[in-house]
């Protein structure tokens, strides 16, 4: 039987979630991309050709692509010279490049997407042109995933206190409203993957889009998140496992959770060590189950932890746990 999946995201995590997806001939498959993006070379080809940001859509299409070890080499190649080409990927090139050619950002990605033989749609969440503004708990107010996190890039051109937590979030500049395709991708969709990521500058700006908690609260399907195995300094700094999820469903709704994954899975302490020396960074784990009694989602621990030198989701184990919520065997 085919089944409708649709991802919301974007991060790294997400990338996992897609690639492992793919593999099952019986998912059709919908990835809802965040179009708040507007830092470094991303920004800059937003700013210069008035398009919306193409580095979600890139590394979607890298995902979801039949040959993706070739097309990741492709696009995340960049030439070293000339400014507008100088440190940009080659994908964010290329959609800018059909953009300009086909004067639609809808077709300009399908275009794309053909080319690397992507079987499956990748849709923005809005066609507007819109930017992230948050809130931190001492009142600071910033606009921009740059500006949000510059924190840690360059200390010199800090803008707010990278050791407080973010505690609001809103989409500034214009009218928007939500993909009418992505929409439908909910509204017909069997199962909803809310994705690991960057929780403010990534997930959040994809449920802040107008028409999207109505649609999350008004689908038939079985809604998933999966929570980040780190915290972020300057975003989510002092936060835990709870708090995650609360901030996922203030914005999607309060009671649209069906399913939430949480690691429960050791990561080796020399790289722990190392997140917190150079990034600040935390392992989030359950450490109150209480906390959780009377929620109206199934919390499923597993060990999802990838043996490598990073702290991040390992696919295999992480679609493991997927395809067992999808297929039945966990209720």
Not at 56 to 77: C, G, H, P, S, W
Not at 90 to 101: E, P, Q
Not at 157 to 166: K, V, W, Y
Not at 218 to 236: F, L, P, Q
């Amino acid at each position: 039987m085919t089944l409708n999946i649709t991802t919301i995201w974007w991060g790294t995590g997400t990338f996992n979630v897609l690639t492992g997806l793919k593999r099952n001939k019986e998912y059709n498959i919908s990835a809802i991309v965040s179009v708040a993006d507007n830092g470094w070379t991303t920004g800059a080809i937003r700013d210069q050709f008035g398009i919306l940001p193409p580095w979600d859509i890139r590394r979607a299409i890298v995902a979801l692509a039949k040959n993706t070890d070739m097309v990741r080499q492709l696009f995340e190649y960049q030439f070293n010279e000339s400014w507008v080409i100088w440190g940009n990927k080659i994908g964010n090139i290329l959609l800018t490049a059909l953009v300009d050619i086909t004067w639609d950002f809808e077709r300009a990605i399908n275009t794309l997407a053909d080319m690397f033989d992507v079987k499956w749609r990748i849709i923005p969440v809005t066609l507007d042109d819109v930017h992230l503004w948050v809130r931190f708990e001492d009142g600071t107010e910033v606009i921009g995933e740059k500006n949000i996190d510059i924190s840690d890039k360059n200390p010199g051109e800090r803008t707010h206190n990278p050791d407080q937590n973010i505690t609001d979030a809103f989409l500034v500049w214009g009218k928007w409203t939500l993909n009418t395709r992505a929409r439908e991708a909910i509204m017909n969709s069997d199962y909803i993957i809310i994705s690991p990521g960057d929780l403010y500058t990534s997930i959040v700006p994809n449920l802040l889009s107008p028409g999207m908690r109505e649609s999350l609260e008004n689908t038939t399907a079985k809604i998933i998140y999966v929570c980040n195995i780190m915290t972020k300094r300057g975003e989510t700094t002092n936060m835990e496992v709870i708090d995650f999820i609360d901030v996922i469903e203030r914005y999607s709704g309060e009671k649209s959770l069906d399913y939430v994954i949480v690691n429960n899975g050791t990561i080796d302490d020399d790289i722990v060590d190392r997140y917190k020396r150079e990034e600040n960074k935390k392992p989030l784990k359950i450490k109150d189950c209480s906390l959780f009694h009377g929620k109206n989602y199934k919390l499923i621990e597993r060990d999802l932890v990838s043996n490598t030198d990073y702290a991040r989701h390992d696919p295999n184990k992480l679609n493991k746990v997927l395809d067992d919520i999808i297929t039945g065997w966990i209720k």
